[in-house]
């Protein structure tokens, strides 16, 4: 098992720029996160879906979309980016009940925006 | 929702000491907890969980210890080594809600 792949690595946009983030699991979990962590902070939710087809807002949402078309694919999309943007994001997933059962992680994106 | 947080950003200790990393909740409705370890770089790695019916749960060289009377866990490493040396976060979660939330995070630095 692969386990969660993230694409890319890193990344650096324009103010006003659009990418999409990438995330992959190969686990077979229903559940999937996105999470940013900005330098000495915690990880802050984003979104979050709980199977294919269904999204739910996090903490910090504006400013992103997502969708969930299939169990193994979440991607993450910033359409006007912005420097408040700049941060690591992390995708995560989990199975069954995301709130009882240990997330797993991907490597990160480390996105910049200028 | 639940607010996980973390009382020391930085711990400091020797190589073979034991470290003790803690964090307060809020949220009584908290019945998971996890501890999850950062390297520079890397994504979260899980170390160890606890349910709310435990207070008490090893791991290897890993202990955390879960007091509810004061909304507090900690996370106990014995013999610290310089690969210990990470970014240590707790987390909480509950059984009926499908996300978990995280405290800022305390970083270890174990020096030989």
């Known amino acids: 098992n692969a386990g969660v792949t993230q694409t890319p690595k890193f990344r650096i946009l324009k103010i006003g720029q659009s990418m999409t983030l990438q995330c992959t699991q190969d686990?077979?979990?229903?559940?999937m996160y996105w999470y940013r962590q900005d330098p000495g902070m915690g990880l802050k939710l984003i979104y979050y879906?709980?199977?294919?087809?269904?999204?739910d807002k996090g903490e910090v949402p504006n400013g992103y979309n997502v969708s969930r078309s299939t169990t193994e694919d979440f991607p993450l999309r910033l359409e006007l980016a912005a420097p408040s943007q700049t941060s690591v994001y992390f995708c995560?997933?989990?199975?069954?009940?995301?709130?009882?059962?240990?997330?797993?992680f991907g490597p990160g994106t480390r996105l910049t925006v200028l | 929702g639940e607010n996980v947080g973390l009382h020391l950003p930085t711990l400091s200790v020797q190589e073979g000491d034991n470290s003790i990393i803690n964090c307060a909740y809020s949220?009584?409705?908290?019945?998971?907890f996890i501890w999850y370890k950062q390297e520079s770089g890397k994504g979260p790695q899980f170390i160890i969980d606890?349910?709310?019916?435990?207070d008490k749960r090893q791991g290897q060289r890993v202990t955390v210890l879960l007091n509810k009377t004061v909304k507090h866990l900690s996370l106990q490493i014995a013999a610290t080594q310089p690969g210990d040396s990470a970014v240590y976060f707790c987390?909480?979660?509950?059984?009926?809600?499908?996300?978990?939330?995280f405290g800022k995070g305390t970083m270890l630095l174990v020096s030989p």
């Open positions: 879906s709980v199977g294919a087809g269904i999204t």
């Open positions: 987390a909480g979660g509950s059984s009926g809600y499908s996300t978990l939330t």
């Open positions: 995560a997933s989990t199975h069954s009940s995301g709130g009882y059962n240990e997330q797993f």
């Open positions: 686990m077979n979990h229903n559940y």
């Open positions: 949220n009584s409705a908290s019945d998971y």
């Open positions: 606890i349910r709310s019916n435990m």
